[in-house]
Every structure is written in C-alpha cells, then in structure tokens.
C-alpha cells in the first residue's frame, strides 16, 4: 500500500523566511496530493492541493511542487509570520488519504 | 457558512461505559470518514460511508461501530472504551473521493 514520508519533523524559522516541507510517496498511481494545517486542539484545514497532472500550484505565500518522476512533492510558505506556526501534514490519495508524520513550524518573531 | 460540525468537543468517559461522538454537515458531502489522532501522530482513518455504503478499515477494532442515519449525520459508537482509546476523534466529509474537509474534533478521555 501506499507510504508517505515527510520531513522535517520539526522546523524552526525566523518571521519573513521561507520554509519548505518536503514528501516522498511510493505508490504512482497516487493522483492527488493535499496540504493540511493543523493548529493546536483543532481539526485539519485543507490549505492547498495539487493534483497529478500539475507540477506546481500557488496561492499567495503558499505554493506546492509536485516531482511525479521522483515521487516528491514539497510545500512552500514565504514570507512566514507566526502564526503560520502549526502542524503540517502532508497526503497521498487515489481514493483514500494516506497522511505523511507531520512537521511542526515554528516561526518566531 | 457550509461546514462540519462535531459534538460534543469534550468527552469524558468512564473505563468500559458506551460513549457516541456524532458529526454533522451541511457541505451535503456523501462521503463521511472518522479518523482517531492520538498526540503528535497523523491522523489515522477507522472508516469512512460512501452514501449508504460502510467501509471498514482492516485494523479498525471491532469496539468502533459508526452508524449514518442521513446524508449529514454520521455518529461514532465506542462499544466499551479502554485507556488506549483517548484520543481525537475527527469527522471528515467530501464530494467523491475529492478534497476532504474535516471537522474541529472531539477530545475523548477515557477515566
């Protein structure tokens, strides 16, 4: 079945840097790939999605690259400010999600 | 605003005694899913109803019961809880197998 690796598990950054968040899948016939924020003591919310016939999608600070050949897609959030500070999680479907281990940003003032 | 809605947030419950989380949705979704997230793991898909259909995840433990009355309500029987199963609870919805978007969660102690 489908395996979702993420990294980093954890990733500390200055407000205004960038950070990227990067995952590997291994199942190719995975055709969608969702970004999800996860704020303390809260449910996941959808941020951004690509689909497999896209190699990049952008919206505002937030843009995800897909890699189908290297089974890689990453995600990418500039100019951070802190409270972009969550758990992200990553996710590979055809039907089902299967979710990466997720990255706790941290971004400091 | 279209939205999932998860009652109650908080859930107290004794070692053993039944307990039942409910979800509801006014995005009329016909997919509905319950995860379980326990502290800083991903969440981790118990099953989910494709209109009338239930689907059951292999390694779901048979205490996990879910019933969908209508196309908004889904509602998650815990048959007897046990320690280990304190957890969030997330309710998710989606049109086909398309985005999903979950629920704020219910937080389940178990005492």
């Known amino acids: 079945g489908e395996n979702v690796e993420q990294h980093p598990s954890t990733l500390s950054v200055q407000e205004g840097d960038s950070a990227v968040i990067k995952c590997t899948y291994s199942?190719?016939?995975?055709?969608?790939f969702p970004w999800y924020k996860q704020e303390l003591g809260k449910g996941p919310q959808l941020i951004i999605d690509?689909?497999?016939?896209?190699g990049e999608k952008k919206d505002q600070r937030i843009a995800v690259t897909l890699n189908k050949t290297a089974k890689h897609f990453s995600l990418h959030i500039t100019e951070t400010q802190p409270e972009d500070s969550a758990v992200y999680f990553c996710a590979a479907s055809t039907d089902k999600l299967i979710f990466g281990t997720g990255t706790r940003l941290q971004v400091f003032p | 605003d279209a939205m999932v809605i998860q009652n109650p947030r908080y859930q107290v419950t004794q070692f053993g005694k039944p307990v039942t989380l409910s979800c509801s949705q006014t995005?009329?979704?016909?997919?509905m899913y319950w995860y379980q997230q326990k502290s800083s793991q991903a969440p981790k898909l118990l099953f989910h109803y494709y209109d009338k259909d239930f689907n059951n995840e292999a390694d779901t433990p048979d205490n996990f019961q879910s019933r969908r009355p209508n196309t908004s309500f889904c509602f998650l029987d815990i048959r007897s809880p046990g320690l280990g199963d304190a957890a969030m609870y997330l309710c998710?919805?989606?049109?086909?197998?398309?985005?999903?978007?979950f629920g704020p969660g219910t937080r389940l102690t178990v005492t």
């Open positions: 998710a919805t989606s049109r086909g197998f398309r985005e999903q978007y």
């Open positions: 690509i689909r497999s016939n896209v």
């Open positions: 199942d190719s016939a995975s055709n969608y």
């Open positions: 995005l009329n979704h016909n997919v």
